[in-house]
């Protein structure tokens, strides 16, 4: 079986307002698939309809072969790894008794799971904190013992919302190793987070999400392509700084005119020779700024004017 | 039943850690009832059908202090762990059901049942209030009313949005229940139509049952009141998972 998940016009309403509005993907056997979008884009209602807090009653989903209706049942739910958004910690324990216990609703022995447990704590950078109650470790920390959590069963599929939220650059660092790891075992990964370069860095495909909707899917570098060209000038400067008829002009050089977010940005194929011709557009260089295109340009092309609509 | 027993062995981590002061903590308040009530009214009261007043009351103690242990666990701890810790959550996120999660919690509850109203046993024994070896049966009987308080809170638990609300059920019907079973005074003592209601108080049945067991004074008459708790239990035992669920998925 190579297909993990399926979804084909999954929807949900909460009372009037729809919260996802028919989106349809595959996730495929060891793989990572990103969710990008908003906040509120509905990526963590479709976490929850694929883990079990969530019922499924529009469209179709599919979990290992199975049809989920209306709920999540446990036996899949065995196979799961769970990072929820929100850190859910149980707050009368200690780390490792958190893992203990988490370990038992899997059936798995107090033995067993404090052995597991501590090598989890080890990578995860706690093991001077086995002891210490969850109250008294920081945010990260909190968020690293949820992530060792999610594996104690060592799951076939793991499912993280936004994993890597309030990490260090280091601790996020280590946490992608770690499922990078697990995806060189085999397992199945999905993945909402904020970060775009997170998403290029672990994701071998990612969907756009906006507003309920899928509005594109494909790996980060097809998107790339896709999408933008490959690269792109931004102009730090206001609006109402910059020359008249701007828009034409870049379009005379070659170049592609965005709006996102406010701030002017030039696509263009090519970026050296564009960049010698600002000062003839009359854009100074030291308000401009030449990258290689990347997936958050992508992101915002597509999602960016979300608000003015 | 894995994730239950697993849920199970959470809570016991848990109450394992506060036993001690749980327990002492518990065991004051039956103590100092006894002592004011039993000694201090009793020398006012006369006999109750052969039974000095300390004596009548010391068996009503076990069952009702069972019944406030049981009933704090399911209303305000379970309170927390479902709107505050998001313990229920998390364990949905593993592969517990809803089911499992109510399981956990009433098992959970009879466990607090039983745990003290042994630990009240043990303060009457103490007081030399036991009489009989039948006595030894009020852990396992304590199992019924502790499945009956457990559900009957946690249902409640489950209904309201707010932990204010959760005043109401201890005003409104742990109370009443404690000061219409039996405990204080004999029901015969009350009008007609109230004894017939208290048959609905599962306090009642369990007083009823722990008096005769601490005397001795055991009867077929028994089955009739645990046929009553283990009615009510059959007749609540999906309702909190009703309003659980309600809660937990959305
Ligand atoms: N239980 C609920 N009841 C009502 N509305 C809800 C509920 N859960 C989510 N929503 C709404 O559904 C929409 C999608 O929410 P969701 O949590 O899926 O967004 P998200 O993409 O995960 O956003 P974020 O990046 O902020 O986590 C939001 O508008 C949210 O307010
Ligand atoms: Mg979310």
Known sequence: MSCVIKAENLGKSYGKFRALKGISFTINKGECFGFLGHNGAGKSTTMRMIYGLSTVDEGYLEVMGERIDPITPPRIKQIFGIVPQEDNLDPDLSVIENLEVYGGYFGISSKDARTYGKELLEFMGLADKVNVNVEMLSGGAKRRLVIARALIN???????????????????????????????????????????EEAAQICDRIVIMNDGLILAVGSPEELVRQYVLPFVIEVRVSME????????????????????????????????????????????????????????????????????E | ?????????????????????????????????????????????????????????????????????????????????????????????????????????????IVKNVVFGIVILLVIAAMGQVQSVWSLLIPVFLIFPGAVFSLMALSYTGIIGHIDYLNYYITLVTTPMYLFAGVFFPIVSMPAWMQTLVWLNPLYHSVEVCRALVVGNVSMILWQHIASLALFAIVLGKVPGYFLKKRLIS
Not at chain 2, 40 to 48: K, S
Not at chain 2, 56 to 74: D, I
Not at chain 2, 78 to 96: C, D, E
Request: charged share 20%; net charge neutral; glycine share 8%.
């Open chain 1, 154 to 196: 060592k799951p076939q599929v793991i499912i993280l919302d936004e994993p890597t939220t309030g990490l260090d650059p280091q601790a996020r660092r280590l946490v992608w190793q770690k499922l990078r790891r697990l995806k060189e075992d085999g397992v199945t990964m999905l993945l909402t987070t904020h970060y775009m």
């Open chain 2, 1 to 109: 039943m894995k994730t239950a027993l697993g849920i199970l062995k959470r809570h016991l981590i848990v109450f394992r850690r506060t036993l001690w002061s749980n327990t002492v903590f518990n065991a004051l308040e039956p103590f100092l009832y006894l002592s004011a009530m039993g000694y201090g009214l009793g020398a006012y009261v006369q006999d109750i059908g052969g039974m000095s007043y300390i004596q009548f009351l010391a068996p009503g103690m076990v069952a009702s202090a069972a019944m406030w242990a049981a009933t704090f666990e399911c209303t305000y701890s379970s309170f927390v762990r479902l709107h505050f810790q998001k313990t229920f959550h998390a364990m949905l996120a593993g592969p517990a059901t809803v089911t499992d999660v109510v399981a956990g919690e009433v098992l959970f509850g």
């Open chain 1, 241 to 308: 700084m910059l020359p008249s008829g701007i828009n034409e002009k870049i379009e005379a050089i070659g170049g592609k005119a965005e709006y996102i977010v406010d701030s002017l940005f030039i696509f263009t194929k090519d970026g050296k020779r564009l960049w010698d011709k600002l000062n003839e557009i009359g854009l100074d260089h030291h308000v401009c700024y030449l990258r290689p295109a990347n997936l958050e340009d992508v992101f915002l092309k597509l999602t960016g004017r979300r608000d003015e």
